[in-house]
């Protein structure tokens, strides 16, 4: 079936609010510009979490589409977890998914760069006593003073993970304020701190109570975990942070290779 007709307003519902231009001379397949559209709609909170997309057959005759353009548009974005198809209710928009690289880099600065408009609320900024696990990750004395960090990480309103940091107490400064306009790797790095490495390990459990009221999950939800200490180019280790992430919104990718 050919492609023809004019883009108009799209069906009734929260696909009503957008405006979708399709440039039908362009070598992008139709399919492929109405699916990036639709996904920065829903990066960008236009289509929220919980609306309803509406009916293919109605989609497809309102953009002057075929049916199996929108719905290979559709599906593209059910693959990346964007949408879900429930039976008697719809294409329903969930929530994005953020994906992180291994790589020794922020998660505000991962946010920010995948343009998922990162926010930071500080749960805890003060000094305590280094604990025997806290201390073998920094190899520092037990009972040392340390900086202890706690934040909650979110992206357009939504918890994404809960931070928690450890550094030695003379290491820098750490402003409350100025934690929750930037993130922590900037502020190490603006006090003349240059990270070289790090040792991190991931893995998965089921939130607590406390963790599913903070991130918005309930009880029992899947969580990863990563645990991470990081060393500046002296080899000093200068960071361990232990984190816990939605599972619902927020993967690792890993690249695998071949020993030679």
Same mark, same amino acid.
């Given at each position: 079936?050919?492609?023809?007709?004019?883009?108009?307003?799209?069906?009734?519902?929260?696909?009503?609010?957008?405006?979708?231009?399709?440039?039908?001379?362009?070598?992008?397949? !139709?399919?492929?510009?109405?699916?990036?559209?639709?996904?920065?709609?829903?990066?960008?909170?236009?289509?929220?979490?919980?609306?309803?997309?509406?009916?293919?057959?109605?989609?497809?005759? %309102?953009?002057? !589409?075929?049916?199996?353009?929108?719905?290979?548009?559709?599906?593209?974005?059910? *693959?990346?977890?964007?949408?879900? +198809?429930? +039976?008697?209710?719809?294409?329903?928009?969930?929530?994005?998914?953020?994906?992180?690289?291994?790589?020794?880099?922020?998660?505000? *600065?991962?946010?920010?760069?995948?343009?998922?408009?990162?926010?930071? /609320?500080?749960?805890?900024?003060?000094?305590?006593?280094?604990?025997?696990?806290?201390?073998?990750?920094?190899?520092?004395?037990?009972?040392?003073?340390?900086?202890?960090?706690? /934040?909650? %990480?979110?992206?357009?309103?939504?918890?994404?993970?809960?931070?928690?940091?450890?550094?030695?107490?003379?290491?820098?400064?750490? *402003?409350?304020? +100025?934690?929750?306009?930037?993130?922590?790797?900037?502020?190490?790095?603006?006090?003349?701190?240059?990270?070289?490495?790090?040792?991190?390990?991931?893995?998965? %459990?089921?939130?607590?109570?406390?963790?599913?009221?903070?991130?918005?999950?309930?009880?029992?939800?899947?969580?990863?975990?990563? +645990? /991470?200490?990081?060393?500046?180019?002296?080899?000093?280790?200068?960071?361990?942070?232990?984190?816990?992430?939605?599972?619902?919104?927020?993967?690792?990718?890993?690249? !695998?290779?071949?020993?030679?």
């Amino acid at each position: 079936m050919a492609e023809t007709g004019t883009t108009r307003p799209a069906t009734a519902g929260a696909f009503d609010r957008l405006e979708v231009a399709l440039d039908r001379g362009s070598p992008i397949p !139709l399919y492929y510009q109405l699916a990036q559209q639709l996904e920065s709609a829903i990066e960008l909170g236009a289509l929220a979490p919980g609306d309803l997309l509406g009916n293919e057959v109605d989609i497809a005759a %309102r953009l002057g !589409l075929s049916r199996p353009t929108v719905r290979q548009a559709i599906q593209s974005l059910v *693959d990346k977890g964007l949408l879900v +198809r429930r +039976r008697g209710i719809g294409t329903q928009v969930v929530h994005s998914q953020v994906r992180r690289s291994l790589e020794l880099s922020s998660l505000y *600065d991962d946010l920010a760069a995948a343009g998922q408009s990162p926010a930071t /609320r500080v749960l805890r900024n003060e000094i305590e006593s280094a604990s025997a696990e806290v201390a073998a990750a920094l190899g520092i004395p037990e009972g040392r003073d340390v900086i202890v960090l706690e /934040r909650l %990480r979110t992206t357009h309103g939504e918890p994404v993970a809960h931070l928690r940091n450890h550094l030695p107490a003379t290491l820098l400064d750490l *402003d409350t304020a +100025r934690l929750e306009a930037t993130g922590l790797y900037r502020l190490m790095k603006a006090a003349g701190i240059t990270l070289h490495s790090a040792h991190q390990t991931v893995g998965a %459990r089921s939130a607590t109570p406390e963790e599913g009221a903070l991130l918005g999950e309930p009880a029992g939800a899947a969580l990863l975990t990563m +645990r /991470r200490t990081a060393y500046d180019d002296t080899g000093r280790a200068v960071e361990y942070g232990d984190h816990v992430y939605r599972a619902a919104r927020y993967t690792f990718d890993f690249q !695998l290779l071949v020993r030679p």
